[in-house]
């Protein structure tokens, strides 16, 4: 079974930075391209970094775009989104997902809260 962990959200000031962690299992992460989604209280989810199943390619959304980065240690079976010079409206539930055989799978989320 295709399984994925999300951990690392938590409360941090405008400006800071968060490192969230998505662990894989059920499937060799080496050979599938991954994503990180978020969705906040009011707005649609939507797609906020993608990284390909060699990690040679990344995308990220306009708004996010120098401040947030995509990663993978296939090692580890994890990929990673570091975020910095966060802002108050990047506050929201994060999610990883993958496609495998044609199914999306998604964790369970986890929150990202920029506040003072």
């Known amino acids: 079974q295709v399984q994925l962990a999300e951990s690392g959200g938590g409360l941090v000031q405008p400006g800071g930075s968060l490192r969230l962690s998505c662990v894989a299992g059920?499937?060799?992460?080496?050979?599938?391209?991954m994503t990180w989604y978020r969705q906040s209280s009011g707005k649609e989810r939507e797609l906020v970094a993608a990284?390909?199943?060699?990690?040679?390619?990344?995308n990220y959304a306009d708004s996010v775009k120098g401040r947030f980065t995509i990663s993978r240690d296939d090692a580890k079976n994890t990929v990673y989104l570091q975020m910095t010079s966060l802002k108050p409206e990047d506050t929201a539930v994060y999610f990883c997902?993958?496609?495998?055989?044609?199914?999306?799978?998604w964790g369970k989320g986890t929150q990202v809260t920029v506040s003072s």
């Open positions: 997902s993958v496609t495998r055989g044609g199914i999306a799978y």
């Open positions: 059920g499937f060799a992460l080496r050979f599938s391209g």
């Open positions: 990284i390909t199943f060699n990690g040679v390619s990344t």
